[in-house]
C-alpha cells in the first residue's frame, strides 16, 4: 500500500510531545518550526510554523485511523467527510523550501511591514508610542521606525524587531 501525508492536529502548545509520540511509533513525521527572535531573551527561540498542527506520513489504511485520534496530545487527524484528508507531497516539499529561506535568514521576517505603514512600539523606553515604518537594517535585527516628537517633527529611531507590531487597521461599520 501507499503511504500519504496527513494533517494532525495537536493540544495547544503540545506539538512537541505530539512530534516525539508519533516518532517513538515509528511514523514518520514533519513538525515545521522557525527561529524566532523574542524580546524577552527567555521566551522559545524556536516555535512551530502552524501552531497546533504537524504532518504524518503513513499508510492510514493499513494502520488506521483511531491510532492518531487516540494518541497522547492529539485531537484528531483532519479529516473532510469521515476520510482523513492527504496533504499533497509538494506542499509538504514547498513548505519545507520556505522553512529553509526563512531560518537562512536568521529566522521570521517581517515581510508584511512596508515603507510607510503604522506600527505600535509594544516593548522597550518608547513603549505605547506610535510610530511611522522606515526600514529594516541590514545584517541585524534591528529596524528603523519615525516616531512623532513634538511640533509634528518625526525622529528616527533605531528598535530591535521585536519591539514593533503592525497596527491593526480598525474596521469601522
Do not use: C
Not at 55 to 75: A, H, L, Q, R, T
Request: proline share 6%; aromatic share 12%.
Amino acid at each position: 500500500m501507499a503511504s500519504y501525508w496527513y494533517a494532525l492536529n495537536s493540544h495547544p502548545n503540545k506539538e512537541d510531545l505530539l512530534f516525539k509520540q508519533i516518532e517513538s511509533h515509528g511514523f514518520e513525521a514533519f513538525f515545521p518550526r522557525i527561529r524566532v527572535n523574542p524580546v524577552n531573551p527567555r521566551a522559545r527561540k524556536i516555535r512551530a510554523y502552524f501552531p497546533g498542527y504537524l504532518f504524518v506520513n503513513v499508510d492510514i489504511e493499513e494502520v488506521g485511523i483511531s491510532i492518531f485520534n487516540w494518541m497522547p496530545y492529539s485531537k484528531r487527524i483532519i479529516s473532510f467527510g469521515g476520510e482523513p484528508s492527504k496533504v499533497p507531497e509538494t506542499l509538504i516539499l514547498a513548505i519545507k523550501q520556505k522553512l529553509e529561506v526563512i531560518n537562512e535568514k536568521g529566522g521570521e521576517q517581517f515581510t508584511d511591514l512596508n515603507h510607510g505603514d503604522t506600527v505600535n512600539i509594544a516593548h522597550g523606553p518608547f513603549e505605547g508610542y506610535e510610530a511611522i515604518f522606515d526600514t529594516r537594517l541590514a545584517g541585524s535585527e534591528r529596524v528603523r521606525v519615525l516616531l512623532k516628537m513634538l511640533s509634528d517633527h518625526y525622529v528616527p529611531v533605531e528598535l530591535n524587531v521585536g519591539y514593533i507590531q503592525k497596527k491593526k487597521k480598525s474596521t469601522k461599520l
